[in-house]
């Protein structure tokens, strides 16, 4: 099951956000920090906001592991 690392796109903004909510949605610090529905959405929002700025950004790099239009992976580096 190889994966290919990429430069992530715009596009990707709304997905990394969504992947990782959905992946420490569970957490005990993340239901703490964000406690309510609502709470959970605007901090998507936000993610979602701060990502797509990212991509954007030439000083930062997005990285995204993909398998087959699957990903699952973020890091920044700046």
């Known amino acids: 099951m ?3 690392v990429s430069e992530a796109w715009p596009d990707d903004a709304a997905r990394i956000p969504e992947l990782y909510l959905t992946a420490f949605g569970p957490n005990a610090m993340l239901r703490a920090q964000s406690p309510s ?31 087959h239009r699957l990903w699952f992976l973020r890091k920044r580096f700046l």
């Open 37 to 67: 529905p609502d709470v959970r959405i605007a901090l998507q929002s936000l993610l979602e906001k701060t990502t797509l700025a990212e991509t954007e950004n030439s000083n930062t790099t997005v990285l995204v592991a993909r398998h």
């Open 2 to 4: 190889p994966l290919e």
